[in-house]
């Protein structure tokens, strides 16, 4: 049945800037963490890193007119806190140039930009200092966060200030499988709440600077599926709903953390390092909350990995995501459950209430082994009914009574996927890795026509 979205409803695409731009050591940037992760052997699938990308960086135009061809209302992007202030040192005035011609060729366009200020790329000499563990990290990415709004909010007025601060401190501080690649207990807590104080400092600079900002923050959240009655299983899905989501989401929208989290990770810290008044300022009012998700959570008990409590990491919580027996997997090994997409978003609904604000869908996408076909086409129809049967369960919340005013899909190109290099492709657009060359897929046809009709067929 098709589907119809109001006229209103904002249509996106996503990229990020370690993701695309390549560059790295050009206009005066300087190293991020995930340029000395990638660079460390063993650490990204075939040694690739972020050095050239999509070179994006040498191809605004063209990508911009992809954009345009497209029929984009906005497009999301992030900006690179080592162009903007390279070692977290003076201002960089080719770094802040870098992003004038990017933001001025959408304009032209007539595409919104939608600016993420971090997603993921901390210069590497913060993390010399300590990184996300120290609290003054996150007075840091306030001052980078006014430096950008200062500059850029005369044009820009969306600005989200983190993406998915669970794979910034438990994927980086605690699993190890991003960068940084640390794996600690107190330290992954302390990380995820400097990323959020940081949040809060940073929402308040933006909206002292730009008049009419809309301000909020991306999350990836977990929409947790229960897999069985036994009381173990009942229990891993309240630790998987509270490093999933609960950690990020009371704080930021009711401006407590949980009682759970206090019991849970008791044995590796006594919390010491939260101040008296961080919780207020991390729950800054928002103007829309950024929502990412690609995949349903069924979590199973099993042992923790290391028996001493006050020894685990902090993700060391006994609980696995099981699979179904022979279901589809994407190219990330991840199972497709769109249901639970809108079981997400009213389960947001359900428990903040009046205390959500409207909800943009900043990612959701596929990665899917794209064919290119002998006449250079890539019919990629697993990611036309992903898109589309994720749309429509956006839409199916919509009717529920949850404020959705927009959506991203991921990505608008294939790009660096962070651990998994350049393996698995998100884009609407295929790149040739080897000529750079942007071909779009039979899936861009298809989104230009969603766009254009507010129709999912
Ligand atoms: C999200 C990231 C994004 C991309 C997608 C597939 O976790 O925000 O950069 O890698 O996953």
């Known amino acids: 049945m098709t589907v119809q979205f109001p006229a209103d409803f904002v249509f996106g695409a996503a990229t990020a800037s370690y993701q695309i731009e390549g560059a790295v050591a050009e206009g005066g940037r300087r190293p991020s963490i995930w340029d000395t992760f990638s660079h460390t052997p063993g650490k ?12 994006h960086y040498h191809r605004v135009s063209e990508d911009v007119a992809l954009m345009r ?38 304009l032209a366009a007539g595409i919104e930009p939608a600016v993420t200020l971090y997603h993921w790329d901390l210069p590497q000499a913060l993390e010399d200092r300590g990184g996300w563990r120290e609290r003054d990290t996150a007075e840091r990415f306030a001052d980078y966060a006014a430096v950008a709004a200062d500059h850029l909010g005369d044009r820009v007025k969306r600005w989200i200030t983190l993406n998915e601060p669970f794979c910034s401190s438990i994927l980086g ?15 992954a807590l302390k990380a995820a709440h400097h990323l959020l104080l940081g949040h809060g400092i940073a929402a308040q600079r933006i909206r002292s600077s730009v008049p009419g900002a809309q301000v909020g923050i991306t999350l990836n959240l977990a929409s947790v599926q229960q897999v069985s009655e036994s009381s173990a299983d009942l229990e891993a899905a309240q630790r998987n709903l509270l490093i999933g989501n609960l950690i990020f989401t009371d704080p930021v929208l009711a401006g407590s953390y949980p009682e759970l989290g206090k019991q849970v990770w008791s044995p590796i810290t006594d919390f010491s390092w939260i101040a008296g008044d961080d919780l207020s300022t991390i729950a800054q009012p928002l103007d829309f909350l950024g929502v990412n998700f690609y995949f349903p ?10 028996a001493d409590p006050a020894q685990r990491v902090a993700s060391d919580l006994g609980f696995e995501s099981v699979l179904h027996e022979g279901e ?23 428990r903040y209430g009046d205390a959500l604000p409207p909800i943009h869908i900043t990612e959701n996408g596929i990665a899917c082994p794209d064919v290119v076909g002998p006449d250079g086409r890539i019919d990629d129809q697993d990611r036309i009914r992903y898109v589309g049967d994720h749309l429509k369960a956006v839409k199916d919340a919509m009717d529920k009574g949850v404020d959705i005013r927009g959506y991203y899909v991921w990505s608008l190109m294939d790009n660096f996927e962070w651990a998994r290099g350049y393996q698995p492709r998100f884009g609407l657009l295929h790149v040739d890795y080897d000529t750079l060359q942007r071909t779009p897929k039979a899936s861009f046809d298809w989104y230009r026509n969603v766009i254009a009709t507010h129709q999912i067929p």
């Open 69 to 106: 061809q497209l029929g984009l209302d906005s497009y999301r992007f992030s900006l690179a806190w080592p162009r903007i202030k390279p070692d977290d040192g003076p201002v960089n005035p080719a770094g802040l140039a870098f992003y004038d011609e990017l933001v001025d060729e959408l």
């Open 44 to 55: 990204v699938e075939r040694g690739e890193t972020g050095d050239v990308a999509c070179d």
């Open 297 to 306: 959570s069924r979590p199973r008990a099993v042992a923790h990995q290391v």
């Open 328 to 350: 589809y997997l994407t190219e990330m090994g991840w199972p497709v459950d769109a249901g639970a997409f809108t079981a997400l978003l009213t389960w947001l609904q359900g």
């Open 173 to 187: 501080y605690a699993d190890g499988v991003h960068a940084p690649g640390a794996q600690e207990g107190e330290g």
